[in-house]
């Protein structure tokens, strides 16, 4: 469930579109605001906030629909803190109260923060276009990994 907003635009995308000779299109991202921070909550009841984005999507498909992978950037950057202090590029290397047992396997995961991004994938169901404008509008489902504690 969405918290933040019921919809997002990722605005001012610039793309190269390829449309083959069958009528099947290539799209590449290369430039725009191709992200939007947004939180959303879990059946369970749980806030967490993620990061929408297609950068750099790489897609194939026709005028009906297309399919793709993007990069999926770390939420945080490498100067973020957690509660505890710990980031990727500042803070502690674990948990203040928890020095000796900071290497431990148990803690490896809590204590390691990372801000490498990951691979994710869409499918873009096609409902309009505009050509004057450009804009492409529809309905996506979208794949993507990604943590909200750097690690």
Partial sequence: KLMTRLTYTLDGIRADLTVGGDGSWKIKEIDGIDYA???VQLAGGERVPFLFTVKNL?????ANQFLGQFDVPS????TFLDPK???GATG???AV???AAGDSEELAKENYKSTAA???TIAFKVAKVNAETGE???VFESIQPTDTDLG
Avoid: F, I, W
């Fill in 37 to 39: 921070a947004t939180t």
């Fill in 58 to 62: 790489d897609a194939k498909g026709d």
């Fill in 75 to 78: 939420y945080r950057g490498a």
């Fill in 85 to 87: 202090g710990r980031g």
């Fill in 92 to 94: 502690y290397d674990t």
């Fill in 97 to 99: 109260a928890l020095p």
């Fill in 118 to 120: 990951s691979v994710g």
């Fill in 136 to 138: 492409v509008a529809g």
